[in-house]
Each structure stands twice: as structure tokens, then as C-alpha cells.
């Protein structure tokens, strides 16, 4: 089981992602725990105050450090030592290996920045500073929605199909091959004829030759880090699969 602990002074923004779909399962199998822990419960005046104005003079407010603090202490007191992350687009890019290496840890916690951000004391709490992407949020929470997902679908059992992971875009440091369902024809728009043919192993080169081309196209600096096998390297020289099957022998 991976525990978040996610604090956040908007609580009621996690209550959907929790109560759908995967996520919605992984909790109910206790694959996944999420705990949201406002600091406005740990501020000490009468109106719960969580933010002031920045020292030094500058537009908006700030997230105190005291009630964030005690936060983090409620979470040490119940035992835990998570591996603690705060979101900020200074950040380490987040990507799927990072999901990866959060999806082997077994307590997590998410620092969730609002306004301005937060007193800079607060880092001292941090292990990482994340971020999901070169643009402003209006506060840590989405980011915070967009990590938990990612790493929660590669907790073993979270998925019902567990192959769905092996395909996914980036498993393997590649795009994701093209997918198409019924019916084979729509408005003019047919379904390859090798996906219909029923043979498995030409359908399995096909699919690999579209994520190396899709690659190739979408994203060609993906392949510069790619454990690419001979044969996808001869993929590669081929614009035209059924060029590539006529010339190679496989």
C-alpha cells in the first residue's frame, strides 16, 4: 500500500478524484490510502489564518509556515516518514520514471502551495520540488491530482489489466502505438487491415513500427534515450511498414 498525505488548505478539491475510477478502486482494495490534511486545522487564531502578507514588500499573499509545519508534524506523530514533495515550476520535471520511483515508496506526502506560494522554511520539509509542466497553476492542487494518478495506476493490482501498463506511452521511453475498436469502418475511416488479420506476430511488429514512427514524428528527442533493439533500428529506415516487411526478413 503507497499512503499520500496530501496538505492542502482546499481539501475539497481531492474529493472527486477520490471517488472515480481507478483511484476509486485502489482504495477500496487498500492499495492506496489518501489522507488530506488542511493546515487551516492547525492555525491558532479565530478566523484560521494560513497566509500573510511577504516580508520585503511584493503583490499577494503567502502560506505561513507555522500551520504547515504542524501539518507535518500531525503526519510524524502517527508514525510516518513520507517522502515528502512540494510543487513548484522551479521543479524537477516530473515524468514517468519519477512516477516510477514514487510508485516504490510507501508513504508520500504533497505540499500544496496556494497564492504566492509558501515561506520558504517551509522547504526544509522537502525532499523534492515538482513540477508537472512550464506554466502557472492557480495552486499545487492539480499538480498534486496529476502525480497521484500517475503513480497509483503503477501500483501492482491498481489496473484491472495489467498489460495496459507494458503499452502505455513512455513505458518503455516511446510513444504509444495507434488503437482502434469497432466498427471496422466509420464514415470512410476503416480500421487498418492488419489489425484484422488475425496474425499476432505481424500485428505485434506493426504496432512497434508506429511507436518508433510516432516517436520518430511527435517527439524524436525520446528516441536519443531509448533502449532500441536492432530491429527497431532497422525499423527506423523504413517510412512504409509493408517496405519494411517485404525487404526484411523477420
Excluded at 532500441?228 to 526484411?248: G, H, P, Q, R, W
Aim: a neutral charge; hydrophobic letters at 40%; charged letters at 30%.
Amino acid at each position: 500500500m503507497i499512503k499520500f498525505y496530501i496538505i492542502s488548505i482546499f481539501p475539497e478539491f481531492f474529493e472527486c478524484f477520490k471517488n472515480v475510477g481507478i483511484v476509486s478502486r485502489a482504495i477500496k482494495s487498500n492499495k492506496v490510502s489518501i489522507e488530506i490534511i488542511n493546515p487551516r486545522d492547525f492555525a491558532t487564531d479565530k478566523h484560521k489564518t494560513v497566509d500573510d502578507v511577504v516580508y520585503g514588500g511584493g503583490p499577494g499573499m503567502l502560506l505561513k509556515p507555522e500551520p504547515i509545519f504542524k501539518a507535518f508534524d500531525y503526519i510524524k506523530e502517527k508514525g510516518a516518514l513520507p517522502y515528502t514533495l512540494i510543487t513548484e515550476p522551479w521543479g524537477k520535471r516530473f515524468n514517468q520514471d519519477y512516477a516510477k520511483f514514487l510508485s516504490e515508496k510507501k508513504e508520500i506526502a504533497i505540499i500544496c502551495g496556494r497564492y504566492e506560494g509558501v515561506d520558504e522554511r517551509v522547504k526544509t520539509l522537502v525532499d523534492d520540488e515538482i513540477s508537472i509542466g512550464d506554466f502557472i497553476l492557480s495552486g499545487g492542487e492539480p499538480a498534486a491530482i496529476v502525480i497521484m494518478d500517475a503513480v497509483i495506476r503503477l501500483i501492482p493490482g491498481a489496473l484491472s489489466e495489467e498489460e495496459s501498463l507494458k503499452v502505455d506511452s513512455f513505458s518503455d521511453g516511446l510513444l504509444g502505438y495507434p488503437n482502434y475498436t469497432r466498427p471496422a469502418e466509420f464514415r470512410g475511416m476503416k480500421v487498418p487491415q492488419i489489425l484484422l488479420s488475425g496474425n499476432h506476430k505481424l500485428i505485434s511488429l506493426w504496432r512497434r513500427w508506429q511507436q518508433l514512427k510516432r516517436t520518430k514524428e511527435k517527439r524524436p528527442d525520446l528516441l536519443q534515450k531509448a533502449n532500441l533493439s536492432d530491429l527497431d533500428k532497422k525499423m527506423l529506415e523504413y517510412d512504409n511498414f509493408e517496405d519494411f516487411i517485404e525487404k526484411v526478413r523477420v
